[in-house]
């Protein structure tokens, strides 16, 4: 069943990079991702933030539990003229190495770790992944900042902030 998300969307995606710089990357079985590598991604569910989201997102889709160091970029469009659809992209690390990949089967037909090259050059990578794959953005991305608090006014139950240090 196809969910109503309204014309304003908010996706995540996470680069988790392992000990050895392989990236985490899956193979959809569904929508214009099917069948090509792609990072794992979802969208954000009421009460998460988006950092949150993507570490819920990259533990269904691929079984592994990481952390966000940080944002690394921010994608935007407009689908047939009238929905919003954006995605903030995460830098991840895995908090111990030797994890196991356990796919989600019924979303997920494939998950490997792949080196940047093998992304670039395998000719089965999303236009999104093989575009970040081609230049060093973990060390441009904005870190993640805890712990702050804007004012007791704003209501927050969350809030963090994401910055070039």
């Not at 889709?61 to 009238?82: A, M, Q, S």
């Not at 089967?105 to 494939?110: A, D, N, Q, T």
């Amino acid at each position: 069943m196809k969910k109503d998300r309204g014309k304003v969307w908010l996706g995540v995606a996470g680069i988790v990079v392992n000990a050895e710089g392989k990236w985490l990357v899956v193979k959809k079985k569904y929508s214009g991702l099917k069948g090509v590598w792609s990072l794992p991604a979802g969208f954000v569910q009421i009460g998460e933030t988006a950092d949150e989201a993507i570490v819920r997102e990259v533990v269904e889709e691929t079984g592994i539990h990481c952390e966000v160091t940080g944002l690394i970029g921010f994608r935007t469009g407009v689908i047939r003229e009238e929905i919003s659809d954006n995605m903030a992209i995460f830098c991840c690390t895995l908090p111990s190495e030797g994890q196991i990949i356990q796919i989600q089967e019924e979303e997920i037909s494939e998950a490997r770790w792949l080196s940047v090259e093998e992304i670039v050059n395998s000719g089965a990578s999303s236009v999104m992944l093989e575009e970040m794959a081609c230049h060093e953005l973990i060390q441009h991305q904005l870190y993640k900042k805890e712990g702050i608090n804007p004012g007791d006014v704003f209501e927050y139950s969350a809030y963090k902030l994401f910055y070039n240090k």
